[in-house]
Every structure is written in structure tokens, then in C-alpha cells.
């Protein structure tokens, strides 16, 4: 006779300590992996919606100047020389009042604007032919409160170009701002300021995002500059973007 085959039920076995302890040491390196993306993400989309709405407010500032002076809404600026000139900003309200220069456009409330300035390009140096108009658009988004009143503005200032065109400095004023757009008055060509520096017996020097070579004032080292800047807010500039664009307009 056959003997019963014996059955050996099999114990199943459960994790040991130092088993689960590392798998969840395993998982929190992912999730500590992961979680350090969300920074870097959230940064990548705070800039393109700047840039965007940047874009947009800077394309409207253009369009509605090119729309006023071809429809004859507004006289020629006074502009001679060919030199980049403030048309529109907090302090300079001829062409446009404060309330076109919100975003959107009359809301009194909102923190978004542009200003702009302007030149004619003067190709033959005849004055009296003008081949275009260089135009040039900065979005901001104030930081102050807009119930404070204090004023986004165009200022200029005169400084010393030094370092392969890189630093900017020294400068009479604390007229510079950290992300802030400069613009050469005699090319319209600008360029954001990326670092400032402090040292004795200046105010400060200013390093920018790239090379570009400065014109000087005629019978001077110094080239005069103009910078966007809201009135007593620190080290940081308002401005979300700027635009420069050329147009074949006749504004005589």
C-alpha cells in the first residue's frame, strides 16, 4: 500500500525591520527627488506668464501709438537731434494720458502699464527726410500699491562705460535698478541690468546681461542713458519686458 504523501504547508515569511526601513528610505529619496522639481516648475511658469503678458502689454503700448500718430491724433515729438526721447510714461503725459497707459486700458486700479519712448532714424542725416521711427516699449507691474502714487518714469542719467562694454558705472545717481531695461539715447539699443554694485564715493555701478557698445554724448566720455525705474521701491525694477520696433510712419 501506498503511504499518504505528506503535505508541507509553507509558512509565508513578512518583511524584516531593516527591509522596510529601507524601502522607505528608498521612497523618500523619490519623493525628495520629486518635490525638488515643483521650485524650478513653478519658477519656469511664473516667467513665461510674465513674458507673455509682457509681450502683450508692450504690443499694445506700440499699437496704439502707431494708431494715434497716423491718425493724426497727436503732433511730431520734439525730437531734432535723433536722439531716443521719453513720449509716454508716469511724468510725460502729452501724447498719452496716464489712463491709456494702463493695462488694460483706463482701469485706474490695475498695477499693469508701459511707457515708451521714441527717436526718428535719420539714415542720410538730412533733416528733412525722415526714413522711420524707432520706437521702444517697457510693460511694468508696479510694486507699490497703486493707492501710494508713486510713478513709474522714464529718467536719464549720464554714466561711464567701462569694462568691454559689460559695467556700467560710475553713475551720479541711484538711478539703476536690478532687472531693469537701459536704453542708449543716441542708438535706442538697451539692455537689462543683472547686478549693482556699491562703493565708496559712488552710488552705484551696474553690470548687464550682455555686451553692448554704448554711444558717448557728443564732446563728452559718458554716454547719457535712459532707465525705467518706480519712484523709491528699492533695488528692483517694475518692468516685465521691453520692445524696440522700427516704423515707416510720417509723423511730420
Not at 521714441?118 to 511694468?140: F, N, S, W
Not at 552710488?203 to 558717448?216: L, Y
Amino acid at each position: 500500500m501506498r503511504q499518504p504523501t505528506r503535505q508541507f504547508i509553507r509558512r509565508r515569511r513578512g518583511f524584516s525591520l531593516a527591509e522596510l526601513m529601507i524601502a522607505i528610505g528608498i521612497l523618500l529619496v523619490g519623493l525628495v527627488m520629486a518635490a525638488s522639481l515643483f521650485p524650478a516648475a513653478m519658477e519656469i511658469n511664473r516667467r513665461s506668464v510674465r513674458d507673455i503678458l509682457g509681450a502683450i502689454i508692450c504690443e499694445n503700448g506700440i499699437a496704439l501709438t502707431k494708431a494715434r500718430f497716423a491718425s493724426g491724433a497727436a503732433s511730431n515729438p520734439e525730437n531734432a537731434a535723433g536722439r531716443l526721447t521719453v513720449l509716454a510714461d508716469a511724468a510725460h503725459v502729452d501724447y498719452f494720458n496716464s489712463y491709456m497707459c494702463r493695462f488694460p486700458q483706463g482701469d485706474t486700479s490695475s498695477p499693469f502699464g508701459f511707457v515708451l519712448v521714441y527717436r526718428y532714424i535719420d539714415v542720410d542725416d538730412d533733416p528733412e527726410t525722415k526714413e522711420g521711427h524707432q520706437l521702444g516699449a517697457v510693460a511694468y507691474r508696479r510694486r507699490a500699491p497703486v493707492s501710494a502714487g508713486k510713478l513709474v518714469r522714464v529718467i536719464g542719467t549720464v554714466a561711464t562705460v567701462a569694462g568691454a562694454s559689460i559695467r556700467i558705472g560710475p553713475v551720479s545717481s541711484d538711478a539703476f535698478r536690478i532687472d531693469s531695461p537701459v536704453f542708449d539715447r543716441a542708438t535706442g539699443e538697451f539692455v537689462f541690468v543683472r547686478q549693482i554694485f556699491q562703493s565708496e564715493g559712488y552710488a552705484n555701478t551696474a553690470v548687464v546681461n550682455r555686451k553692448i557698445k554704448f554711444t558717448p554724448d557728443e564732446g563728452t566720455t559718458s554716454a547719457y542713458l535712459y532707465v525705467v525705474k518706480e519712484e523709491d521701491e528699492g533695488r528692483y525694477s517694475p518692468a516685465l519686458m521691453a520692445m524696440v520696433t522700427r516704423v515707416p510712419l510720417d509723423w511730420r
